[in-house]
């Protein structure tokens, strides 16, 4: 096992050389590797200066959470261990994280909801630590297979929430994540999610830069509240604010406090627009009247479909979001412009993602919001049902 | 005495409020020359500053024996649960966490794991205070994995028996037959012996008493502290009455918790031999 001790200026505990993130995403050299998400969790988590991290087996997660054992066994992550349930492992990355550690777990469908209370509890401490969520169906019935309806509990906790489309993505979004919730005027928690299976599960070529390069370590003394850690001198506080006291004074101090945590998610925008290069990212054609708003996987089908569209002569274009939480609202304004018809292709049955999309742009923008296709409970989305949702669209009343 | 932890700054030191320059004159920290505990609490500053539960309540003053007994409250985190103790926490000196109701061993775990990663050269202390509901009925679960799991944490159960601070429903801890809410024909089963469930979890230290006697809780908190410290989980289950609930006056809750000590707390106190081995020889260090 690794000592914290052993970090120097330049060097991490486990010996890697200490680098900006802006060197790890954008200028130090890649090579090209092939493996599945969870396998690229581990490289990222590996490159990431990670002192704590709690696990808990679900599926399709586990596999990620084994490997980041194999990382702390290894010497390269602090502290780890197996929890007792989500809802202990959600509080024990609490109680790391509030210690001053950079912190990290990973969690799937009905886990996420046996330890949604923490989620908000997350925020509220205003605790920087990063849920690598690999959707997956909701019991009942039970259900294993991916499924993200579980992203539509999470979009309220007060939490940044950003989805990664492939493993690529995964690699670059997990490392970003930590330095855009470690910014002292942003430091919220982040959510990072990916389609279970779907990028857990698959393996693609990825681009990776050498392993002997790791993030600079998570300074908790830079954080808006001091870590629980007994280093600054004890004073009367509580690390968030009591508020229990039936007083004018207690109902605004809650109020303010869920404000700020809002305004701290909307303050890390520009740090990831540096970080992710774009809230969205579009591609297709740009003149197009047909648009496709997406996030995750989906957003791979749909470009499936513009490319099937292109062979029929139909311009379309794809609007990936890559931040839910913020709502990439001004961004997706600008990417619709010239669109009469947008589709909004989900991987569950309420259509999340439509509602949201319809509440950013309700009164600023006449492009029609069409929630679908959506499918559900493990279910595929090919490319075809995507195309058949737009030719219903286009030759109403005359079918696909 | 240690008053020499709590530094104001001259430039701020005239607008700072009293009870924190008090803190700074007459507040005793660790000090390995001069114990602090019960007998300092007349001259000293507190790290309780007040409180806002009722008066008389025999919370309070076991609250004020445990933050007395503490041996190094400098590097002592307390981590709290919902109920009528965290009102007190907004009202202590040290670095204290509510979190959600029922978590807090698992919040225990977290930070502890990692002052031990971040600070391997400096001994410090977590200690788990909630209340019966929180430690017994909602926790339970996070509670007795932390004993298994052998977390370095003391765990203090502040035992009345009952929901005080939700307006007086059943708990697990409530004694068979009494009528609560919740339980309006009278409760059904036993009362849960916590301090046997932590024995056979894997408690080194594990007490059962009532806060009658602060000199006894002063040493029940301070021993189990340096065990959790040195070898593993502690726990202790203090009875402290909501004489509220129980319809008593503010000044019988002594008389309560005394009457208690021959009956449903009458004392139990495990020490495991290694444990036994360690504070035999902490008194033998002059550290108790």
Same mark, same amino acid.
């Given at each position: 096992?690794?000592?914290?001790?052993?970090?120097?200026?330049? !060097? &991490?505990?486990?010996?890697?050389?200490?680098?900006?993130a802006?060197?790890?995403?954008?200028?130090?050299?890649?090579? !090209?590797?092939?493996m599945?998400g969870?396998?690229?969790? !581990?490289e990222?988590?590996?490159?990431?200066?990670v002192?704590?991290?709690?696990?808990y087996?679900?599926?399709?997660q586990?596999?990620? @959470?084994?490997?980041?054992?194999?990382?702390?066994a290894?010497?390269?992550?602090?502290?780890?261990?197996?929890?007792?349930?989500?809802?202990?492992?959600?509080?024990?990355?609490?109680?790391?994280a509030m210690?001053?550690?950079?912190?990290?777990?990973?969690?799937?469908?009905?886990g996420?909801?046996r330890?949604?209370?923490? +989620?908000?509890?997350?925020?509220?401490?205003?605790?920087?630590?990063?849920?690598?969520?690999?959707?997956?169906?909701?019991?009942?019935p039970?259900?294993?297979?991916?499924?993200?309806?579980?992203?539509?509990?999470?979009?309220?906790?007060?939490?940044?929430?950003?989805?990664?489309?492939?493993?690529?993505?995964?690699?670059?979004?997990?490392?970003? @994540?930590?330095?855009?919730?470690?910014?002292?005027?942003?430091?919220?928690?982040?959510?990072?999610?990916?389609?279970? +299976?779907?990028?857990?599960?698959?393996?693609?070529?990825?681009?990776?830069?050498?392993?002997?390069?790791?993030l +600079?370590?998570?300074?908790?003394?830079k954080?808006?509240?001091?870590?629980?850690?007994?280093?600054?001198?004890?004073?009367?506080?509580?690390?968030?604010?009591?508020?229990?006291?039936?007083?004018?004074?207690?109902?605004?101090a809650?109020?303010?406090?869920?404000?700020?945590?809002?305004?701290?998610v909307e303050?890390?925008?520009?740090?990831?627009k540096?970080?992710?290069?774009?809230?969205?990212?579009?591609?297709g054609?740009?003149?197009?009247?047909?648009?496709?708003? @997406?996030?995750?996987?989906?957003?791979?089908?749909?470009?499936?479909? &513009?490319?099937?569209?292109?062979?029929?002569?139909i !311009?379309?274009k794809?609007?990936k979001?890559?931040?839910?939480?913020? +709502?990439?609202?001004a961004?997706?304004?600008?990417?619709?412009?010239?669109?009469k018809?947008?589709?909004?292709p989900?991987? &569950?049955?309420?259509?999340?993602?439509?509602?949201?999309?319809?509440?950013?742009?309700?009164g600023?923008?006449?492009?029609?919001?069409?929630?679908?296709p959506?499918?559900?409970?493990?279910?595929?989305?090919?490319?075809?049902?995507?195309?058949?949702?737009?030719?219903?669209?286009? &030759?109403?009343?005359?079918?696909? | 005495?240690?008053?020499?932890?709590?530094?104001?700054?001259?430039?701020?030191?005239?607008?700072?409020? =009293?009870?924190?320059?008090?803190?700074?004159?007459?507040?005793?920290?660790?000090?390995?020359?001069?114990? #602090?505990?019960?007998?300092e609490?007349?001259?000293?500053?507190?790290?309780?500053?007040?409180?806002?539960?009722?008066?008389?309540?025999?919370?309070?003053?076991?609250?004020?024996?445990?933050?007395?007994?503490?041996?190094?409250?400098?590097?002592?985190?307390?981590?709290?649960?919902?109920?009528?103790?965290?009102?007190?926490?907004?009202?202590?000196?040290?670095?204290?966490?509510?979190?959600?109701?029922?978590?807090?061993?698992?919040?225990?775990?977290?930070?502890?794991?990692?002052?031990?990663?971040?600070?391997?050269?400096?001994?410090?202390?977590?200690?788990?205070?909630?209340?019966?509901?929180?430690?017994?009925?909602?926790?339970?679960?996070?509670?007795?994995?932390?004993?298994? #799991?052998?977390?370095?944490?003391?765990?203090?159960?502040?035992?009345?028996?009952?929901?005080?601070?939700?307006g007086?429903?059943?708990?697990?801890a409530?004694p068979?037959?009494?009528?609560?809410?919740?339980?309006?024909?009278? =409760?059904?089963?036993?009362?849960?012996?916590?301090?046997e469930? %932590?024995?056979t979890?894997?408690?080194?230290?594990?007490?059962?008493?009532?806060?009658?006697?602060?000199?006894?809780?002063?040493? %029940? *908190?301070?021993? %189990?502290?340096? *065990?959790?410290?040195?070898?593993?989980?502690?726990?202790?289950?203090?009875?402290?009455?909501?004489?509220?609930?129980?319809?008593?006056?503010?000044?019988?809750?002594?008389r309560?918790?005394?009457?208690q000590?021959?009956? #449903?707390?009458?004392?139990?106190?495990?020490?495991?031999?290694?444990?036994?081995?360690?504070?035999?020889?902490?008194?033998?260090?002059? #550290?108790?």
């Amino acid at each position: 096992m690794s000592k914290r001790s052993d970090m120097t200026e330049t !060097k &991490n505990w486990s010996g890697q050389t200490l680098v900006t993130a802006d060197h790890m995403l954008f200028e130090a050299p890649r090579t !090209k590797h092939f493996m599945t998400g969870s396998e690229v969790l !581990k490289e990222a988590v590996k490159r990431c200066t990670v002192d704590a991290s709690v696990s808990y087996p679900i599926t399709p997660q586990s596999e990620a @959470a084994h490997l980041i054992g194999e990382l702390w066994a290894e010497g390269y992550v602090g502290v780890y261990f197996r929890g007792e349930n989500e809802f202990g492992v959600m509080s024990e990355v609490a109680g790391c994280a509030m210690a001053g550690a950079r912190t990290i777990t990973t969690t799937s469908g009905p886990g996420t909801l046996r330890a949604m209370e923490n +989620f908000a509890q997350w925020s509220g401490t205003r605790i920087p630590c990063q849920l690598i969520l690999m959707a997956r169906g909701i019991n009942s019935p039970l259900t294993i297979q991916p499924d993200n309806l579980e992203v539509s509990y999470m979009l309220e906790t007060g939490c940044q929430i950003w989805y990664a489309e492939n493993v690529q993505e995964l690699f670059d979004m997990s490392i970003a @994540a930590f330095v855009v919730a470690e910014k002292p005027d942003v430091h919220v928690p982040i959510i990072t999610v990916v389609d279970g +299976f779907f990028v857990s599960h698959t393996r693609e070529s990825v681009m990776l830069p050498e392993d002997d390069i790791a993030l +600079f370590p998570y300074d908790p003394y830079k954080a808006p509240l001091p870590p629980i850690d007994s280093e600054t001198p004890p004073g009367r506080f509580l690390r968030d604010p009591f508020v229990m006291k039936s007083n004018y004074i207690s109902y605004a101090a809650h109020a303010s406090w869920q404000w700020e945590i809002r305004s701290a998610v909307e303050r890390s925008v520009p740090y990831a627009k540096h970080y992710l290069k774009g809230l969205v990212h579009v591609t297709g054609d740009a003149d197009a009247e047909i648009a496709f708003i @997406a996030c995750g996987t989906a957003s791979y089908q749909a470009k499936e479909a &513009n490319r099937e569209l292109s062979k029929l002569g139909i !311009k379309s274009k794809v609007i990936k979001l890559r931040t839910i939480r913020p +709502f990439p609202e001004a961004e997706l304004l600008e990417a619709l412009k010239g669109v009469k018809t947008a589709f909004v292709p989900e991987f &569950n049955v309420v259509g999340w993602l439509e509602k949201d999309v319809k509440r950013a742009l309700y009164g600023k923008c006449d492009t029609e919001i069409v929630g679908g296709p959506r499918v559900a409970g493990g279910m595929s989305m090919p490319a075809e049902a995507i195309l058949r949702e737009v030719m219903e669209k286009l &030759n109403s009343g005359k079918g696909a | 005495m240690g008053t020499h932890i709590y530094k104001i700054n001259p430039e701020f030191r005239d607008i700072m409020p =009293k009870e924190i320059i008090d803190l700074e004159e007459n507040a005793t920290w660790s000090d390995t020359t001069d114990k #602090r505990g019960i007998k300092e609490l007349p001259e000293t500053k507190e790290l309780l500053e007040e409180h806002s539960l009722c008066a008389g309540c025999p919370e309070a003053a076991a609250l004020r024996y445990v933050l007395a007994a503490l041996p190094k409250p400098e590097d002592t985190v307390i981590v709290n649960s919902t109920g009528c103790t965290s009102l007190m926490f907004p009202h202590i000196a040290l670095h204290t966490v509510h979190s959600l109701f029922g978590n807090q061993n698992a919040v225990a775990t977290g930070i502890k794991r990692v002052l031990d990663w971040r600070f391997p050269d400096i001994e410090k202390d977590v200690v788990v205070l909630a209340g019966d509901g929180a430690t017994v009925d909602i926790g339970l679960d996070y509670t007795l994995q932390s004993f298994f #799991r052998q977390e370095n944490i003391t765990t203090i159960c502040f035992d009345n028996e009952v929901y005080a601070n939700t307006g007086g429903q059943e708990s697990g801890a409530t004694p068979k037959g009494q009528v609560f809410k919740m339980a309006p024909t009278g =409760k059904k089963f036993e009362k849960v012996k916590m301090w046997e469930l %932590a024995v056979t979890s894997g408690c080194h230290y594990s007490m059962n008493m009532t806060a009658s006697a602060p000199k006894a809780v002063a040493k %029940a *908190v301070r021993e %189990a502290i340096f *065990v959790a410290r040195y070898l593993g989980p502690t726990f202790l289950n203090i009875y402290t009455p909501c004489i509220l609930e129980i319809g008593l006056n503010a000044n019988e809750g002594l008389r309560e918790m005394k009457e208690q000590d021959k009956e #449903r707390f009458a004392a139990f106190k495990f020490v495991s031999p290694e444990a036994e081995e360690l504070l035999a020889k902490l008194k033998e260090e002059g #550290r108790l």
